[in-house]
Structure formats: C-alpha cells, structure tokens
C-alpha cells in the first residue's frame, strides 16, 4: 500500500493554467482556473463512457467508475489497467468477459455534474446490503472537519472542483478532487478496490451535496458513514434511512446535523470546545453542481 495520506497536489502544472481576468474595477489580473479533459473509459474491448476530468489519478477514476456501477464486480480479477495519454482513454481489463451493451441503454442522467450517471440496476445492488455498526465518535468529526478544511486542495489554489475525503477516526487516509464529485469519489472507489481497502470502518466526507447517488456509491463501497459540509435532497435521506447508513451534512466547525443513522453516534466531545472553522477554509460546499 502507498504511503498514506494521499493529498492534492495543488502545485501540479497538469490541473491549472493562468488565465487573465479583468475585475469590476476594469483591472486586469492573471488567475489560476482549473483544467478540464475528456476521459474515455473501457472495460476490456467496450467503450463505457467519456468522462470529463482535471486528468490525475485515472487509473482509480476508471476502476471506481466501473465498480460503482456495477460493471467491475467484487469477484472480478482485473488483469490489467492501462491509460494512454495519447489518446486520453484508460482501458480495464478482467478474466471475466464482460458485455454491459444492454445495460448502457439503461441509464438516468443524475443531479451531478461531470457526467453523473446511474445505470438501471445500481437500487439493485442494495438488495440485502448491510453495513457495519461501526460507531462514530462526534470528536473525530469535528477533527476531520478542522482537518479537511485547512489541507491544501485545489478548491483554495483555484476553485470551482470538489473534493472527497476517504477518512478512519480523525485521520485522513485520500484526500481526492475533480470538477465532480462523481468523479472524486469514483477515484477513492478505484483506489480501494486497486488495494483491497475495506470500507467498514471508514468515514467518507465530500464537499458537495448529499443526493441519493452519493448515498448509494458509498454504501456500495461498503461505507456505513457519509459527512458533508453541504446539504441534503430528499431521495438521499430517503436512501440512507431505508439502508441504514449515517447521513451528516451541514459539518462546518462545531455544527452539523444527522438525518440518518443517529444510532452510530457516540456523543464523546462539547461541541462548544470543537475548534471553529479557520479563515481561509471553503466558505460553502465547493462549486455549484
């Protein structure tokens, strides 16, 4: 296993350039945006999706990608990974011969941003899901939130990107981002199937809002607990109340509200002696989307 944490690298030249700006006071000024590239994901010899992201990390994207939906089961032996830069695309590859033609016409366009997909039978998988009673400690939390909030990340260099943070107790283990959070969880997802990390004892924390497709991609990754310092929709509290995973949003400093799985909580800390949150962290859940 690689040496953990793994964190953005804001320094990164492949994920921003310099583009200048003019002000409301006509005053001209170079800023840093983010980059944004297609992505052409395979399985074996079929074409899957294209995807657009800031382009690090696609070996975890593609495998996360796959896994989420269904396509990469748990009993897959994968063969090989292979990206081209070249031609922009990642090819996975299984012992299984795979041919998901059928269940590519099955799919709904979600509320994400980046390509935000859930093929028909993505509910199915959790049919009979259970996730582990593994209990969260109210003092890890407002920990990981101080924590996450003052690492260094492309949303504070640039913006407009999301992030999602893989998370055991107050530790941070992945710290991933990309113009979706989709995609940044999608990566963390590739990144453990890639190393046999078990999600049973994790915390996962994104920037962006609780939906159900991020309720379901995390209990499907076997995550009992998933925090934000966003909001809710309705089907995603809805998903998370019917499969038993704990819903937090609204985490910044010493706040937050659980609106699923309150029984996993050990209320261990004051919130009134949690830090606040530090100047210069996000001052909302990332870019809109």
Known sequence: MPDLPILPDPDDPRLTRPVEAVDQHGVRQQIRVVEERPLTIYLNSQEIVTAMTIGDH???LAVGYLRNQ????????????????????????????????????RKTRTSGCAVGTVFGDMME???GLTLP???VRTSDLYALAHRINTLPSL????????GTVLCQGPEVLVYMEDVGRH???DKIAGWMRLQGVAGGDKILYTTGRLTSEMVIKTALMGIPVLASRSGFTAWGVEIARQIGLTLIGRMRGQRFLCLAGEARLQRDADPGRAPEEPRGARRKGAADG
């Open 70 to 105: 269904g396509m990469l089961l748990d009993a897959d032996e994968i063969t090989g990974v292979s990206f081209d830069d070249e031609v922009a695309a990642v090819v996975v590859r299984t012992a299984r011969a795979t041919d998901y033609e059928d269940k590519l016409q």
């Open 125 to 127: 998988g959790l049919e």
């Open 58 to 60: 696609p070996e975890f």
């Open 155 to 162: 949303y504070l260099a640039a913006g407009a990107i999301h």
């Open 133 to 135: 009673d593994a209990p």
């Open 183 to 185: 995609n940044a969880v």
